[in-house]
């Protein structure tokens, strides 16, 4: 049977499959308690891992701020989509970023992720075509043997970083279709998949486009 991989946003459960449908249901538990006592660690490097279901959850409690400031105060800073529910775009962004590296993962242990987003913080549109910045995105994440269930590795912070263009860079990269987004999405799929013990055979550029769908 082939995984289900679902995205929590807030109290809702949107079910996106690999043609893009969208339907609701209440299968996943609660959110863990507890994640305030997690500490910032790095995924850790386990090539006998594959990862082959996951769950997303994006907080409805995590606040969103549309000021064209250089640093807005907010858990979800992104403009790398037009104006519409970010939570259901960042939400997008990492399933497509695991998407793209599962094929790639070889580990003998099928596992399973749930991912909850903490933070996702890019630039606004004064900082990137200015002064550039940094795409900041924090997560906890839970590993499970997704046969059995049992725990593989408890909740803990993920943190990853990818320097942002700024002014003329920025710019340029437009110009060449290397957008934000896009490099958001390489960058996540990259993480993922070194995480997981392989890097896509194919360049990212390349898989980034073809999850698309």
């Known amino acids: 049977m082939k995984p289900i991989k679902t995205i929590l ?15 609701t249901t209440t299968r996943n538990a609660p959110t863990p308690s507890g994640l305030n006592t997690l500490q910032s660690t790095p995924a850790p490097k ?7 279901d996951y769950t997303l959850r994006v907080p409805a409690t995590l606040s ?15 403009r790398g989509d ?19 590296a599962m094929p790639s993962m070889k580990g003998t242990q099928d596992v399973k992720l749930t991912i909850e987003l903490v933070r996702f913080h890019s630039l606004t549109e004064r900082a990137r075509y200015t002064v550039g910045g940094v795409h ?3 997560w906890n994440m839970e590993i499970r043997d997704a046969a059995t269930g049992v725990v593989l590795q408890p909740m803990q912070r993920v943190e ?3 320097p942002a263009l700024g002014g003329a860079a920025a710019i ?4 060449r279709g290397n957008t934000q987004k ?6 996540l799929t990259q993480h993922f998949a070194r995480d997981f013990g392989a890097i896509p055979q194919r360049t990212l550029a390349e898989t980034v486009e073809i999850s698309r769908r």
């Open 160 to 162: 990853t970083n990818l």
């Open 182 to 187: 896009r490099r958001v999405l390489e960058h």
């Open 9 to 23: 946003l807030g109290a809702g459960l949107l079910m996106l499959t690999a043609c893009g449908a969208i339907e």
């Open 136 to 138: 900041n995105m924090v």
């Open 46 to 52: 386990a090539t006998s891992y594959k990862v082959v």
């Open 64 to 78: 969103v701020s549309e000021a064209n400031t250089y640093y807005p105060v907010a858990d979800i800073v992104w």
């Open 82 to 100: 037009p104006m519409g529910d970010r939570h259901l775009q960042v939400a997008r962004m990492f399933q497509t970023s695991l998407e793209t």
């Open 172 to 175: 340029a990269a437009d110009t």
